[in-house]
């Protein structure tokens, strides 16, 4: 089975520099998915951003990239020109690809505090 | 378009309890799953389904049980409620062609 790990319980970074919240996950198949999801304090889970394991490229969502490292399974997420708004609990998550019907795993969560 | 709803948002139960969460979906998507959330350990999957009136286990679906009986519909239940299902239960559904899933907003369930 598929683990993933966050190993950063806690973050913090001050408004309008950079972080980087780390992930690495366990998997033997080549055909899977990555996500980042954002939980503020509202509770609601937001999809921040999505990479493709047979994509090289990493993705990028305005702020927010990836660094997807395949061969060290890895997957970071940068945050650039931090926002207050940015201030949650970030889930890094994963997915098989095929027929897993969608499922995902998750790692335990980094809580990011952004500070003024 | 209200997309995934959860009912209730809070509830607190008694050892031995019974009850059910509703989880509802307008976006007529094939897949639905059920997750807790607790300190340190992400969301799991409890059980999930792929079809109307089709439920698999995930990965803790020990003491709750599911149904789907109607596309939109997705239901978990717990027959005799402990403290250790004390949680936070999602909901998310997904179309079956792609790989977001749209969650709920969440039910906080206390078990006393």
């Known amino acids: 089975a598929q683990t993933v790990t966050q190993s950063q319980p806690e973050m913090s970074v001050q408004e309008a520099e950079t972080v980087t919240l780390s992930c690495t996950y366990d998997?033997?198949?080549?055909?899977?998915?990555l996500f980042w999801y954002k939980q503020p304090p509202s509770r609601q889970m937001i999809l921040v951003i999505r990479?493709?394991?047979?994509?090289?490229q990493n993705a990028t969502e305005n702020r927010f990239s990836v660094n997807f490292q395949k061969a060290a399974k890895s997957f970071s997420l940068k945050i650039s020109d931090s926002q207050l708004g940015d201030t949650a609990m970030y889930f890094c998550?994963?997915?098989?690809?095929?027929?897993?019907?969608?499922?995902?795993?998750f790692g335990q969560g980094t809580i990011l505090t952004v500070h003024p | 378009n209200a997309g995934v709803t959860q009912t209730p948002k809070f509830r607190v139960l008694k050892t031995g309890q019974s009850m059910t969460l509703l989880c509802a979906q307008d976006?007529?998507?094939?897949?639905m799953y059920w997750y807790r959330q607790d300190p340190g350990m992400g969301l799991r999957l409890i059980h999930y389904?792929?079809?109307?009136?089709?439920?698999a286990k995930g990965e803790v679906p020990d003491g709750y049980n599911v149904s789907r009986l109607k596309k939109q519909n997705f239901l978990l239940g717990l027959e005799s409620a402990a403290p250790s299902q004390t949680s936070v239960y999602f909901c998310?559904?997904?179309?079956?062609?792609?790989?977001?899933?749209?969650f709920g907003p969440g039910t906080r369930l206390t078990v006393t």
């Open positions: 998550a994963f997915s098989y690809g095929g027929t897993s019907y969608g499922k995902l795993t």
């Open positions: 998997t033997s198949e080549s055909n899977y998915y």
């Open positions: 990479q493709e394991a047979y994509k090289q």
């Open positions: 976006m007529n998507h094939e897949y």
């Open positions: 389904s792929v079809g109307e009136g089709t439920t």
């Open positions: 998310a559904s997904n179309t079956g062609s792609s790989y977001e899933q749209y």
